[in-house]
């Protein structure tokens, strides 16, 4: 954001205590706001889906973080939520959705099953992938099983 200040003023206002004013047209803020608000991907796969459901209710209310709008398309979206057990049926679409979203993108990893394979992970077993980082790159991971709204909020304000 552009602004016209003196320095000299700047700073002898500084020094009295004075605050300053800054003028802006509602354009430039408003792409503030665009820039540092982040659109999440509607993508619940399991019971972390709830949690994540919960998190953007009136009790949490996302839309305070700027998190509050969730897309149903990919290419509206700059934030995947993956909340829940990634089956390897469901890889190959999450990676596609994850390669349909503009630049830059952010993956949260919500809950146990998304972070590491979950209860669903033991010798033998093959229809689990364990651990979504194995198909696409999770920024943040936030454990539980499943884990509270607030640990969804404490993830996105740690990934801001």
């Not at 200040?5 to 009295?16: L, M, T, Y």
């Not at 047209?25 to 994540?52: D, Q, V, Y």
């Not at 934030?79 to 959705?97: E, F, H, N, Y």
Request: with cysteine; aromatic share 8%; glycine share 10%.
């Amino acid at each position: 954001m552009e602004m016209n200040v003196n320095p000299q003023q700047a700073a002898a206002h500084q020094k009295d205590g004075l605050m300053g004013v800054v003028f802006a047209s509602l354009e430039k803020l408003l792409n503030i706001g665009r820039a540092n608000s982040l659109w999440p991907l509607t993508f619940g796969l399991h019971c972390c889906a709830i949690e994540m459901m919960a998190a953007s209710a009136s009790r949490f209310d996302l839309d305070r973080f700027g998190a509050g709008v969730f897309r149903g398309s990919p290419r509206q979206a700059d934030l995947m939520i993956v909340a829940g057990t990634v089956s390897r049926k469901m890889a190959p679409r999450i990676k596609m959705l994850y390669d349909q979203m503009p630049a830059p993108k952010y993956v949260i990893a919500m809950g146990g099953c998304a972070m590491w394979g979950g209860p669903y992970q033991y010798d033998g077993q093959y229809a689990i992938i364990e651990g979504v980082d194995r198909i696409v790159p999770a920024d943040v991971h936030v454990p539980g099983c499943p884990p509270r709204p607030e640990g969804l909020i404490e993830g996105l304000l740690s990934s801001a």
